[in-house]
């Protein structure tokens, strides 16, 4: 009994470690996030928005989680699952080639007349 | 044992975060797109092929591979086909499928909760209902909503589908269904089990729908990039939430950056237009969406006509072309160009001087322009051509408005004083191409009209572009 | 027997959900030090310096560990040990204050004439 | 139950980032200091009084209070009695002590694991020797060992205690010895529970100590800022070594930030002195510590006197100070504000052109300047004072050398060309402050004491200045 207890204590630290260690992350990431932004020139702001709007289509991620825990005979979750996975590669798909179109305007010597 | 999942999120994680970092700068923008995709690649397979365990494909990969193929040539097609012009409603639009990706999720995962813990079985057990689950699936299915149809809406209000809509006391209004929602999700949670479960639910993705309607439709159509940009951030919000329900760390990473990212994205492209992000959303100033009603006072115009204007062009060694919001809207840029290469095979110095935030969005004139293929060296940013006006003969506006007020310099009263501006009324000669005395974005009146130096040529951007064109080649 | 090796798989997965979770921190840390530091105007960099040398003393942490892990009887371990908390204390404490030190120096207006 | 611990680690990671931050902006520095020490401070009360369980007082407690309180108030009157110029040298000891520690805990851990895993109950067992504490443990102590000798060394340098040593072929020795290091260590994992075992051990610390020597040794002692801001990134990365071996994050996120930010700060510093990183530690160019022998050749250099210099500045309108090197090394920052007084007294405007690498240190001339309370907004930076020089009666260059070598923009073949200088040359007239004809830390003449406009006023540079204050008060 004693020993079932102590698995299930180290179980709870390891759970309790674990949405730790995500809070970690999300601070972590909030601090990335802020300073990759701060020093961007403006011209490239409407690609960046673009870009981290491709970014966050990793939702799709989520998507293809729930299709694979969805049991074969629950149509409803089929069938929002798909949906889900469709929408969400229309937002990866879509958010990179649009981003891509975006930056291809931006190819020749961005640089070039800066210098000078 | 290699947790080969957990490798490929890994690598897809530290993707994102280089190459939003390679974005943000000119020269290595495009690679760190690419790079942020084959970021999401990796982690789409870690998640079709891998568990932690090792390979192991997902159940019903049939479906998710034909919905995956579908969005992929459907969403290809669309981002192709789009006009460059069109590309922020285009970024609303998928932002929005992101949203909704997010909401379908979690309202699926509500289901499986309903049905296992809410089944007979569990029914004794007292509120079963991890809180750890729920506020994830909550949180992911109002801002997903919010996101989806506010995306959707904006994407209308860019597309012209959608007007402004202004009612009173909005902004209370949109405070009382906020707290609504949190209100209902809250009771929700108590009543968990109980047979008005699902209408709570159901009430509160109602009332998410109505607050996304009732959060963007106030807000003026120019002002659109700045809300899609929180729209943005807020469905990295909904993607994180995932990340949080399942433990999924590039969910998490993903979702987290595009949130943190997108706000202050947000934050900084509001204050390059010399606004704040309150005054955007509170729906001040601005709003009319280029061309109120504002019309000319005091002083008299000077108008001119193309032949003038070709004449002065042709015989001048330096112009300067100023393009604005107008040169957009009339799609004038291939006809620009042209112009711009009759004058340069006839000997005469043409450069683009381009405003930080002429047009609608950030970069616009830089895209507009590339579009009709002029030379990148030739579009010349804001702080590097203002000294040059002095030493310019001909300066042609082009539907450009607020960004050549003096205003902004001259009148503390002015709702653009403080934004730096191009100092045209250094050059020599000035010609303004638009349509009417109207104003531009920020409805006021622009005294530089007034300006001695400087002639109007009314009528819509393309049609007088082409009239010079055509004169130019006369002469 | 099955639940047993049930019980540790499930705990050499969160073990190996922990050192993942660590990589993640580094990686992300590693970037948040890039970015902090590469838009620093050059008079801070001694300051700086000498700040995030306090910071590393938080080796000092890892001092106060190993002195609570050592058994009162392990006279060598002791003996080790709180030098190395006090050296560890000597790094976080010389550090702050000198940083500290440095950086009263640059009290005033230290933007006054960069405006004009 | 609430993981007190781990949320004090919490607050120590975040803190440390947040106060980085700020401490990388001259409005926030100095809080910035103060919220990462908070950080620090929570950090050590939740390990002396925490677990993740809750509440629970550390073993031990009496003897690691005993070392924490001798350790403050020593450290305390260390940093607040040395002098500011002594201040690199301080940083590199204290860097030094964190190294230290770093190793006498993995040495205590090593013993740890030798009398656990090595004791003759484990000997049956396969090699118990867990390579995930192994390694952590070891590079703590290699890691920890160099950055301890290697910031002594340092310390030792700038002192004066220690001077330079340089042999040949030093890179290859370098690389022989970090090669047999990781062999030793290496040959230690295999052995271990043999009776080798401790003997590659005490090898390995040996190797690690000679390492830390040959590498800081042949460095000039100008270059210690860059070595020791590379030493303190070093220590970092110890201190991160601790973090993996207790899976703690406090310390993890500590180390990991200092050993990344100190890496891209030692980069940093080396581009702003205009070399590479390479460059510093194969001590080339500039080794010598400010004073070659190079001697003036050519051209002929004009003498000035005091008298002379100080009626010229009395009647100027406006005179520049640059301060260099020389000035720190004579202490003459507090005369020289005297003179500025005195000068400013007589309606003379005063101001001093900082260069951004003149002295030993960043930021060295403010901080000196500051501490003899001269006004901050008198210190000008380079790019702003640049362009003043035109319109000076006067540029009073004390000390400094190759901050005002037209060679950097004139001479290709210069070891400094391509970095920004002071451009004195625009003055009326120049005089310089120094010794003799020696060169400064680059080991090059400067044309610019042969030119006709400038007058040398030789000797010490407390000593010149005092009698300029002199000769000022008595006009
Ligand atoms: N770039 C961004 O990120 C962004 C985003 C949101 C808001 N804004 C704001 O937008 C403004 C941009 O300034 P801007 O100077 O580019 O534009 P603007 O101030 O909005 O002026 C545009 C002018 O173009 C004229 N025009 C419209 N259609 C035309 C046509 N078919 N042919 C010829 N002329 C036409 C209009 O006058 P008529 O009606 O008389 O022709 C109008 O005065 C700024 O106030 C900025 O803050 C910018
Ligand atoms: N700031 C940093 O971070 C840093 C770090 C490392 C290296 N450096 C390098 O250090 C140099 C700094 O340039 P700098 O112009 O400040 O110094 P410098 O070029 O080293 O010249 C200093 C001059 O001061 C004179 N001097 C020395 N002691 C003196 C005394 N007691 N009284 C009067 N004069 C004295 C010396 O000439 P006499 O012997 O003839 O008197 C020497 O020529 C740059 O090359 C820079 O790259 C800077």
Known sequence: MEYIQAIIDLIAQYEQQNTLNLIYLVVLMIFVGIELISHVPSVLHTPLMSGANAIHGVVLIGAIIVMGNASPDDTLSLVFGTLAVFVGTLNVIGGFVVTDRMLEMFKKKPKGEKVS | MMPYMEIGYLIGSVSFVLGLKMMGQPDSARKGNLVAAFGMAVAVIAALFFTSKGFHVISNLQYIVAAIVAGTVIGTLMAKRVQMTAMPEMVSLFNGMGGLSAALISIIEWRHLLHTSGSPEAMDQTAALPIGMYIPIMAGLIIGTISFVGSIVAWGKLNGKIGDFRFPSQQIINAVVLVAILGVAYINYGEFNATHSSLYFFVTIGLAIVYGLLF????????????????????????????????????????????????????????????????????????????????????????????????????????????????????????????????????????????????????????????????????????????????????????????????????????????????????????????????????????????????????????????????????
């Open chain 2, 216 to 475: 963007v439709f106030p807000i003026g159509g120019a002002d659109m990039p700045v809300v899609i940009s929180l729209l943005n951030s807020f469905t990295g919000v909904a993607a994180a939430c995932g990340g949080f329900l399942y433990q999924n760390k590039v969910m998490l990473m993903g979702g987290v950056l595009v949130g943190s990212a997108g706000t202050i994205l947000t934050v900084v492209m509001c204050k390059a237009m010399n606004r704040s992000l309150m005054n955007v959303l509170i729906g001040m100033a601005g709003g009319n969406g280029g061309g109120s009603t504002t019309s000319a006072t005091g002083g008299s115009v000077r108008e001119v006509q193309a032949t003038d204007v070709a004449v002065m062009m042709k015989y001048a060694s330096k112009v300067i072309i100023v393009p604005g919001y107008g040169l957009a809207v009339a799609q004038a840029q291939h006809v620009c160009h042209e112009l711009e290469n009759l004058l340069e095979a006839e000997g005469v110095d043409v450069k683009y001087a381009i405003h930080p935030v002429a047009g609608r969005m950030p970069g616009h004139m830089n895209v507009l322009l590339a579009e009709s293929n002029v030379d990148y060296d030739k579009l010349i940013e804001m702080e590097h051509i203002n000294p040059e006006f002095a030493t310019t003969d001909v300066v042609l506006v082009v539907g450009a408005n607020d960004v050549v007020n003096p205003a902004a310099k001259t009148d503390p009263s002015s709702p653009i004083y403080g934004m730096p501006i191009l100092d045209v009324d250094q050059a020599k000669q000035i010609i303004v191409l638009k349509r009417s005395m109207k104003a531009g974005y920020a409805g006021i009146e622009n005294e530089l009209f007034f300006h001695p130096k400087c002639g109007m040529l009314f009528g819509d951007a393309k049609a007088s572009l082409q009239k010079l064109v055509n004169e130019v080649k006369a002469l």
